[in-house]
């Protein structure tokens, strides 16, 4: 019978002021500003995968907070706070990766963003007109810019698209490499003594004696103080009855591409299809709103249907007459409800989640975890 040793039992299982479950940039961040601000807390970070997998390693990697399709359709269904407000937290976010890291150490390039508008998405130039300036004059006081969103239709031959009617410039957009952030975040919460532990599955907790306990996969339990839930998606596992669900994101890489006439991050169709540039190579993901009921899934796959419309997207809008093969194919799984903002607040005394990150958790994230490590701290007093 499997037995820890007292060495184990004492170090690396040893009781913790916090437990973290989740170990993707949420629960990276979170870490690094409990450890921050109180460096003597004892801080666990638990999670199943042997590295993150859930969407911080398996996403697009983009720096971004909207296209304006997007954020116009965000308006429409939650008000102008709300978008204003998740927007300001995204641009934020973003600023505090770029303050924590140098640009070469998570692979951050500054090529910009643009939206895709075509013909079969019925937007008169008239209400994309409007539409860009009530949103310039809107973000105005939170990029300190008088615009954020420019028209660069005299850019679209220059970058080889067919079927395009506009193309809209965001010069504040960048692109970065998600292994080499969550690298980079790993690396630095345990030089400030955060334990990481691996390959462990938080089945359960009930409060006891004062104690959280926390019942894994394995021939061990843990104990904590304070819970902190990170696992986005998957979320409901250990708390059912949060408004937030599993989307799956789709992404293909191509073969590399001679002379790519562009680089940047692309948005179309509020930002359901996305690609950049990887090197000289393309990136491109979404599509999920071809087949929601299919996408709302736990399943790291990915699906023939969702790869040959993105594999369409790519013959007939991006790379007209261009030959080209598929290098990658992977998923990622996004954690979604019925409204965009995140779910950050106590659950029940001494548990606490930080979730639904809405597909922007790469930008979220250092806003999250340091507003959820503020109130948890808060609470310790």
Known sequence: MFQ????????FYSHKDVIIVGSGFVGLWSAYYLKKSHPKLSVAIVDRGIIPTGASTRNAGFACFGSVTELIAD???????????????????????????????????????????TEDQELDFNTMRSNIDYLNHSLKKIVKKEKSF???????????????????????????????????????????????????????FEKINGRIELQTNQHFNLSTNQLLIC???????????????????????????????WKGTFHYDEGFYYFRNLGNRILLGGARNKAFEQEHTYELSTSDNIQNELEHFLHEKILPATAFTIEHRWSGIMGVGTEK??????????????????????????????????IMCSEKK
């Open 4 to 11: 820890v040793s007292i060495w184990e039992k004492e170090s």
């Open 75 to 117: 308006t429409l269904k939650s008000g102008e706070d709300q978008m204003l407000e998740i927007v300001e937290m995204r641009y934020k976010g973003l600023k505090k990766i770029r303050k924590t890291f140098k640009d070469r150490e998570i692979g951050y390039e500054d090529f910009g963003g643009y939206e895709l508008i």
């Open 150 to 204: 420019y028209l660069s239709d005299e850019r679209i031959a220059e970058f080889g698209f067919a079927n395009l009617q506009h193309l809209i410039e965001n010069r504040l957009e960048g692109q970065l490499h998600s292994g080499k952030l969550c690298e980079a975040l790993l690396k630095l919460v345990v030089s400030m003594g955060v334990t990481i532990l691996n390959s462990i599955e938080i089945k359960s």
């Open 231 to 261: 696992t986005n998606a998957f979320a409901k596992q250990l708390l059912p009855e949060l408004d937030v669900e599993p989307a799956r994101g789709q992404v293909l890489v191509t073969s590399e591409i001679p002379n790519l006439p």
């Open 341 to 374: 903002m995140p779910i950050v607040k106590e659950i029940s005394d001494g548990v606490f989640c930080a979730v639904r990150m809405g597909g922007m958790g790469v930008a979220l994230a250092p806003v999250i975890g340091e507003h959820v490590s503020r």
